[in-house]
Structures are given as structure tokens and as C-alpha cells.
Nanobody, 122 residues
Framework: QVQLVESGGCLVRPGGSLRRSCVAS????????MDWYRQAPGKEREMVAR???????TYADSVKGRFTISRDNGKNTVYLQMNNLKPEDTGAYFC????????????????WGQGTQVTVSS
């Protein structure tokens, strides 16, 4: 019904930059909040950044000032610009979207992308 497709993984050196994208496709009425999560080896998945349909943003303290989330509602796409990357940013990155797939109030669900690996290492 709804698919989230993320851009590919990457190996980046510390201090480098990377831009991730995630496109929502399928049959739906509206995409609400769109988020980026990451999961480091041996750790729980954590939210990195969130953007509402209106453009309001929230960031994890660990990425404030370095990461920027944005979206293009016309393309149903969310982006994550990651600057000044650190080794601790290494992990699998997942996009998440809260989607109204039908007109009824109950026709609402969270969808996840497939997850892609970002490795920050020299």
C-alpha cells in the first residue's frame, strides 16, 4: 500500500557530509510527520529528527547544529542533511512516516523504510 524507499548507504570520513533521502510511494491521502531514526550496533533505535507536514522540526540533542531535516510535500520526500559527521553517527538509518492511507480516521499507520547503513570512519 505505502512504501518508503531510502537512498543508499555510504562510508564517510569524520567531518564529512552526507544527504539522505526517503520517498513515500503508493496509495495514500496524506503524509503527516516524517522522521529519521538510527540504530547503532547493540543499541536501541533512536529518533534523530522529525518534521511535521507544516515544517516544524525536532532534533535529538546529539545532532543539533549538525543535521537538518527537510521535506518536499509535492514529492512526498524527506531529506536529512548530515554535516560534520562523527564516528558515533555510525548506524543503520531508517525513515518513518505517519500516513493517512484512507479517508476514515482509523486509516492511519506508521510505515518504515528498509534502513540503510551509514558508516563514519577514517
Amino acid at each position: 500500500q505505502v512504501q518508503l524507499v531510502e537512498s543508499g548507504g555510504c562510508l564517510v570520513r569524520p567531518g564529512g557530509s552526507l544527504r539522505r533521502s526517503c520517498v513515500a510511494s503508493g496509495t495514500f491521502i496524506r503524509v503527516n510527520d516524517m522522521d529519521w531514526y538510527r540504530q547503532a550496533p547493540g543499541k536501541e533505535r533512536e529518533m534523530v529528527a522529525r518534521i511535521s507536514s507544516g515544517g516544524d522540526t525536532t532534533y535529538a540533542d546529539s545532532v543539533k547544529g549538525r543535521f537538518t531535516i527537510s521535506r518536499d510535500n509535492g514529492k512526498n520526500t524527506v531529506y536529512l542533511q548530515m554535516n560534520n559527521l562523527k564516528p558515533e553517527d555510525t548506524g543503520a538509518y531508517f525513515c518513518n512516516a505517519d500516513v493517512n492511507w484512507g479517508w476514515h480516521a482509523s486509516a492511519r499507520k506508521q510505515y518504515w523504510g528498509q534502513g540503510t547503513q551509514v558508516t563514519v570512519s577514517s
